[in-house]
T-cell receptor, first 112, second 112 residues
Framework: RKEVEQDPGPFNVPEGATVAFNCTYS??????FFWYRQDCRKEPKLLMS?????NEDGRFTAQLNRASQYISLLIRDSKLSDSATYLC?????????????WGLGTSLAVNP | DGGITQSPKYLFRKEGQNVTLSCEQN?????MYWYRQDPGQGLRLIYY???????QKGDIAEGYSVSREKKESFPLTVTSAQKNPTAFYLC???????????FGSGTRLTVV
């Protein structure tokens, strides 16, 4: 079982739709959680950090469920420009270092 | 503006040659990382460095070498021992906690 698992998709949705992605992680000692966005043939860019209380940034809402070990990303009122791959990232301590574990990503295509 | 610069953007290598990928950051980050991304495999960690003059192997270090002589620079050498070097290489930096993780725009290496 991978340490961080995501549904690869693709998710095909019309403009204006609401879409949700989930990500599960296996290490209960994981400490920090992030969602990154990666456009085709580009580098990943931080979309948002995920906090225990949940957090919102415009049309994007992130939630963390530590008991069930999953995080989610909700996108409301989808735009064509939201088409990308969304990467879930989880961190935990490995010795003296902080280790980032990357999911394989969920592909989203928003259609006109 | 602060950021990470990777060069070159595209690189072609003949089999049996060593090549060096450049990564420079002016974010004053202590930690720097090299990843490789292949289609369907997500990001895999090659090497990382938490401080100048120190670096650690990641999950797929065989066939690669790095140096960290300056805080700003973390070059990656792909040696002839790397059997499948064709990939998208991403450099990143962060503060020690893993927050502020920022990627360069990547180098696409192709073996011809």
């Amino acid at each position: 079982r991978k340490e961080v698992e995501q549904d690869p998709g693709p998710f095909n949705v019309p403009e204006g739709a609401t879409v949700a992605f989930n990500c599960t992680y296996s290490n209960s000692a994981s400490q920090s959680f992030f969602w990154y966005r990666q456009d085709c043939r580009k580098e990943p860019k931080l979309l948002m950090s995920v906090y225990s209380s949940g957090n919102e940034d415009g049309r994007f809402t992130a939630q963390l469920n530590r008991a069930s070990q999953y995080i989610s990303l909700l996108i409301r009122d989808s735009k064509l420009s939201d088409s990308a791959t969304y990467l879930c990232v989880v961190t935990h301590n490995a010795g003296n270092n902080r280790k980032l574990i990357w999911g394989l990503g969920t592909s989203l295509a928003v259609n006109p | 503006d602060g950021g990470i610069t990777q060069s070159p953007k595209y690189l072609f290598r003949k089999e049996g040659q060593n090549v060096t990928l450049s990564c420079e950051q002016n974010l004053n980050h202590d930690a720097m990382y090299w990843y490789r991304q292949d289609p369907g495999q997500g990001l895999r960690l090659i090497y990382y460095s938490q401080i100048v003059n120190d670096f650690q192997k990641g999950d797929i270090a065989e066939g690669y070498s790095v140096s960290r002589e300056k805080k700003e620079s973390f070059p990656l050498t792909v040696t002839s021992a790397q059997k499948n070097p064709t990939a998208f290489y991403l450099c990143a930096s962060s503060i020690p906690s893993g927050y502020g993780y920022t990627f360069g725009s990547g180098t696409r290496l192709t073996v011809v």
